[in-house]
């Protein structure tokens, strides 16, 4: 299949996943479907996958509130990055909703006790000796439940990263399918490569090639090295009456030359592929084997 067949074949199914294909589109995705039975599996797969996907909970953007802006400056000082003498004195009793409590105008700690940020460092380091187990420290009299470390680190962050990848496919980009091996069989098995041998090349030209037999026609891949830059080629096969069926177009050039063309005519009906100049003179020419329809 050549490049240009699978990127249509990849807009069509990430249209069909969108319900944004026009009449003319779902035609031609029935065709393709029709040809090639892995379509459907491709679409199914990738259904079930978006359909995953729109279980998951949507984004909230939310405002934090003072709780955890005062959680978050006792986790600081705990791990020594707020040092209490640098904070205003709004902010020089760290009271972290259910960790400790109010203060008195002056100061002084109430009923609960409060904590500063040294008091915050001792329960951590307290914590921390007893080996990070949920145990309970105590503050001032009041008990404090450490919090867990986290649990997940890039292993996370990864699998937020690939659905965030596959998102992609819902939103315009198509999923990139795994590369797959071709199948392998006797000439004229759909979909596998067919080495062919060409004969008569010019003295310094090198061509290699194969065919592929496809529901639509037969492809024509070819690696060519030697032939005159800027000269032009047509690639040309020809069924069992004789009959020349145009298959693509080359120039010549300095570097090696990968290029892939089709043929409207089966493989059972193709008997061999001829290079041909400008002028119609064959370059070089490879028989195949004949395969039975």
Known sequence: ??????DRRAELIAAALVGELTETEAAELERMRASDPTVDAELEELRALTGQLSGLPEWVDATPGDELRDAVLALG???GGVDSRELGDEDRHIRPAGLVGPTDADGSAGATGTAD??????????????????????????PVTPMRRPRFGGALLAGIAAVGLVVGV?????????ETPPPVGDPGTLGAVE??????????????????????GTETLLTVNGLPSGEFYSVVVVDAAGEDVGSG?????EV?????VNAA?????VTSVEIRGKTGDVVASAALPRVEG
């Open 1 to 6: 299949m050549t490049d240009h067949n699978a």
């Open 77 to 79: 000082a705990a791990d």
């Open 117 to 142: 940020a040294g008091d915050v460092v001792a329960a951590r380091r307290g914590i921390d000796r007893a080996g990070g187990r949920d145990e309970v420290g105590e503050v001032g009299g009041t």
């Open 170 to 178: 819902v939103g315009g980009f198509f999923l990139p399918r795994p």
């Open 195 to 216: 080495p062919v041998d060409f004969q008569g090349e010019p003295v310094g030209v090198e061509i290699d090639g194969s065919v592929v037999a496809h529901t639509w």
């Open 249 to 253: 177009t080359f120039l010549g050039s």
């Open 256 to 260: 090696e030359i990968n290029c892939a």
């Open 265 to 269: 005519a089966l493989r059972e009906e």
